[in-house]
């Protein structure tokens, strides 16, 4: 009889237990509400310095706006962030969140194939709010909010900041010291790495580890090389049959950089990981250091004794044309249409985009501004950024879209110098890039 | 009082509805295993055939078999077909160096010498770190640049390496640092294994006048055959399902991939479509299939009984 009834109480139990699982949510009141404030969820990578910015914002918006309180996340970067994103997005469960370099790869008419980005598919799905009729949207420089804040002429995004990519750091000590000068061309580029050889300098440090800081110079080689200088009309010819990887203009930017590779970067630049790189730099190891303007807060805390520059790498003979950089958008955010507070969201970024407020987060995190009249204040950005910044363009990197199932030698947008000999398999440009063809043609829409 | 005995053997859990309470205490185990197991198995099969997208509210087709066409037969096949050949040579060299080492070491450990609890845990020490600090360690140790075994290649041949940047080495150090962090576990399922040997047959081989290796070999050997079943399948199934060390040091560059990173990589890196990574699972697990399946059959033949 005992038996019996505890086999009925199990059995009890377990649909119960069934049951319950069903109906556990209706518990929640459905408003986000922690006491009786109103919950504005903010989703971002892991970046110190901007992370902090981002902070001390939000402190302020919750000073002045006392109803709301912001639930500021961090992540891991890249894949970590990636993952956070689309799970968070797709649960509506965030109301604002930033992207890198927002609205690009989207498909044009002359890619077919071509697959369908993320941010893309949660526009169309509705998941991201339109910000076209909002106020503070025109506080932003309108070229900008078109080039990476537009998607079928509505405004979904915006883009904080821009970063240079193309430019070389260099320690004006060593330069002086040797009487070298910021180089205009290639050919006095070239000159310049073999003053500081001979004298026993090494030219260039670069993080070869992580593989992608390679393409940071080759992005200077494509912008200025590659359709005669029209990136664009290259890609899209690449496209349509009409350009190639190995034609002569695609195999000059391979050629270029094989020469920087082989004779001006350090011994063994391809175990030296990103972390590290500027460390080298910083204490004089190398002339010069391939990275990303935004790093120049790293170099300046490795040593902040040390004068450094940036100039962009002079991939051509013409000093006109070279004298610009090739860069992207950094942080971009989004509000999401179906999140907890949409309402907030907006507030957010409302209060966000207020001059003096927008002006903290592009000063800590070091960014070529989107609004125009901002004071950063900053010697590395007015002297060393602002006088190449005309005819600022976008990276390779940004502008290509690539064939969907597209090999590794051209995959994640690159083309992969790090294949290149003595590291790599392939002993010259003209094999690399004869492979990357092929490769594009065995990608093409069947 | 007889019959009572008799009918409790008949009915072992009793008469009537008692006779359900196993398979009622069955259901807990198995509701759990089927909706956080089983269920997603068979929906990964079902999915590789879709053209499932990661996004609330959308809708999905079956396209037959274009995910797999478009694994075998697309632009970058190539790259799939060499993670394949990665996985198997991955999982022959570490399957047969990791157990052999293995397996040397139990028995050395074995023999009673002075000091076998330390041993045990220095050997086992590699398992209990995790993968992320055994790849911080050896990212430091073959360190390009001042790492000290360039230092060590530098003193013996004059020669250095880029370890972890090197298309053609970097493969070779991951599984050796595989090897490293997991022939703790291996040599710690033969020591159980060993210990368990009869003394007495050795003593019984020793009066018929058998030497170290025949003793081995007749006699240690088959006794401890379950253990090494066992090690093979962790370490063919380990090495097939391995990406963690490969994410950790070169994050697949450098001709290091394998079917499991691609597989995590075309999930949380790639697009938000979820058929192609599907289909790549189920490649994978039949490929496993396929060896676990081998290797139990050849193994379970020199099992013995006693």
């Known amino acids: ?446 | 009082m007889k019959w009572i005995c008799e009918v409790r053997e008949m009915y072992p859990f009793g008469k009537g509805f008692n006779r359900f309470i196993p398979l009622l205490l069955l259901l807990i185990p198995m509701a759990l295993y089927i909706v956080f197991y089983f269920g997603p198995s068979i929906l990964t099969v079902i999915y590789s055939f879709t053209d499932v997208k990661n996004l609330p509210g959308s809708t999905y087709q079956f396209v037959g078999l274009d995910n797999y066409r478009e694994l075998f037969f697309s632009g970058n096949s190539g790259e799939r077909w060499r993670s394949i050949v990665n996985t198997l040579i991955f999982m022959f060299v570490v399957t047969i160096v990791q157990n052999g080492v293995a397996l040397f070491i139990a028995v050395i450990i074995n023999q009673r010498l002075k000091g076998d609890y330390f041993y045990r845990a220095v050997f086992f020490l590699p398992v209990v770190l995790g993968v992320a600090v055994v790849a911080l360690i050896w990212g430091m140790m073959f360190d390009p640049l001042n790492g000290p075994v360039n230092r060590l290649y530098d003193a013996l041949f004059g020669y250095q390496d880029m370890f972890f940047g090197s298309f053609t080495h970097a493969f070779g150090y991951i599984i050796f640092v595989q090897i490293w962090m997991y022939m703790g576990y291996s040599m710690l399922i033969f020591l159980a294994g060993l210990q368990s040997v009869p003394k007495d047959l050795y003593e019984a081989g020793h009066i018929d006048g058998t030497n170290k290796w025949q003793s081995f070999r007749h006699i240690t050997f088959p006794l401890i055959a379950p253990s090494f079943t066992v090690n093979m399948l962790l370490s063919i199934i380990g090495a097939m399902s391995t990406f963690d060390i490969i994410l950790a040091t070169t994050d697949g560059r450098f001709n290091t991939r394998t079917m499991a990173y691609d597989v995590y990589k075309e999930t949380f890196r790639g697009s938000l479509e979820m058929g192609l990574p599907s289909a790549l699972s189920v490649i994978q697990f039949l490929i496993i299939l396929l060896f676990v399946v081998v290797a139990v059959r050849q193994t379970r033949k020199r099992e013995v009984e006693y």
Request: aromatic share 12%; net charge negative.
């Open chain 1, 1 to 446: 009889m005992i038996k019996k009834l505890s086999a009925l109480l199990l059995a009890g139990a377990l649909t119960f237990s069934l049951a319950a699982c069903g109906s556990s949510d209706s518990a929640d009141p459905g408003g986000p509400a922690k006491g009786d404030k109103k919950v504005i969820k903010i989703l971002h990578w892991k970046q110190d310095n901007i992370n902090k910015a981002i902070e001390e914002i939000n402190k302020k918006f919750e000073e002045k706006y006392p109803e709301y309180t912001v639930e500021y996340t961090t992540t891991g970067p890249d894949d970590e962030y990636k993952q956070a994103q689309r799970a968070r997005i797709t649960a509506n469960d965030v109301d604002v969140l930033a992207d890198l370099s927002g609205m690009r790869l989207s498909p044009q008419e002359w890619t077919p194939g071509a697959k369908v980005p993320d941010w893309q598919q949660w526009i169309d799905t509705g998941l991201i709010a339109d910000l076209s009729d909002q106020a503070f949207i025109k506080n932003y420089n309108a070229n900008d909010i078109e080039k990476a804040g537009t998607y079928n002429d509505k405004v979904y995004a915006v883009p904080t900041g821009k970063v240079a990519m193309s430019g070389l750091f260099y320690n004006k000590e060593i330069f002086e010291q040797n009487g070298l000068s910021v180089p205009k061309t290639w050919s006095e580029f070239i000159k310049l790495n073999d003053d500081l050889k001979a004298k026993g300098i090494t030219p260039i440090v670069v993080a070869g580890k992580d593989v992608w800081p390679l393409k940071l110079p080759v992005f200077a080689l494509q912008a200025k090389i590659l359709g005669g200088g029209d990136q664009q009309k290259w890609i899209e010819g690449v496209w349509k049959g009409e350009t190639a990887y190995n034609d002569e203009e695609a195999i000059e930017v391979l050629e270029k950089m094989k020469t920087l590779q082989d004779n001006y970067m350090i011994d063994g630049f391809m175990g030296i990981d990103y972390a590290t790189a500027p460390s080298y730099f910083a204490t004089g190891k190398a002339a010069m250091l391939a990275d990303g303007s935004w790093d120049a807060p790293t170099v300046a805390a490795a040593n902040p004794e040390l004068k450094f520059g940036y100039f962009p790498l002079p991939a051509t003979e013409d000093a006109a044309k070279n004298a610009s950089f090739v860069g992207k958008y950094d942080v971009t955010w989004y509000a999401a249409e179906k999140g907890p507070n949409k309402e907030g969201a907006l507030k957010w970024l409302e209060f966000f985009s207020e001059p003096e407020n927008y002006t903290t987060f592009v000063k800590a995190a070091g960014f070529i501004p989107t609004q125009d009249n901002i004071q950063t204040e900053s010697d590395f950005i007015d002297n060393e950024l602002t006088p190449y910044l005309g005819e600022f363009e976008l990276a390779y990197e940004i502008m290509m879209i690539n064939r969907q199932n597209i090999g590794e030698h051209l995959a994640a947008e690159g083309v992969h110098t790090e294949f290149l000999a003595p590291g790599g398999p392939y002993k010259t440009a003209k094999e690399l890039a004869d492979i990357q063809q092929k490769e594009w043609e065995a990608a093409a829409p069947k």
